[in-house]
């Protein structure tokens, strides 16, 4: 089982930036993750951001944040950073954190994580 916390959401102007971080904390088993960034706006499902494998070598972005959004992970400090550029007002949304422990792929899929975060929020105006 792993705690997962976001931290980082806030409000800002179209075209501005923000950056979300995320740690990921093992009560058992390894210390090594897969992580990825997903969102959620009001009546919408939780789509996929991006994510890393770990170490950082493997990384996946949804179309629309590629170019935009960039994902890095501290594999020490057991950390990701979501870092987020030319925000747009739908890029409004509930971003969520979420881990799978080693061994284990990057992937934007949500099923493949068991270990999410309580989400922070982002809101982008006009």
């Known amino acids: 089982q792993v705690q997962v916390v976001e931290s980082g959401g806030g409000s800002v102007e179209s075209g501005g930036s923000l950056s979300l971080s995320c740690v990921a904390s093992?009560?058992?088993?390894?210390?090594?993750?897969?992580m990825g960034w997903f969102r959620q706006a009001p009546g919408k499902e939780r789509e996929g951001v991006a994510a890393?494998?770990?170490?950082?070598?493997?990384?996946y972005y949804a179309d629309s944040m590629r170019g935009r959004f960039t994902i890095s992970q501290n594999a020490a400090k057991n950390t990701v950073t979501l870092q987020m550029n030319n925000l747009k007002p739908e890029d409004t949304a509930m971003y969520y954190c979420?881990?799978?422990?080693?061994?284990?792929?990057?992937?934007?899929?949500?099923?493949?994580?068991?270990?999410w975060g309580q989400g922070t929020q982002v809101t982008v105006s006009s």
């Open positions: 093992a009560y058992t088993g390894t210390r090594k993750y897969c």
């Open positions: 890393i494998s770990y170490g950082g070598s493997t990384t």
């Open positions: 979420a881990a799978q422990q080693a061994p284990c792929l990057a992937s934007l899929n949500r099923e493949v994580y068991v270990s």
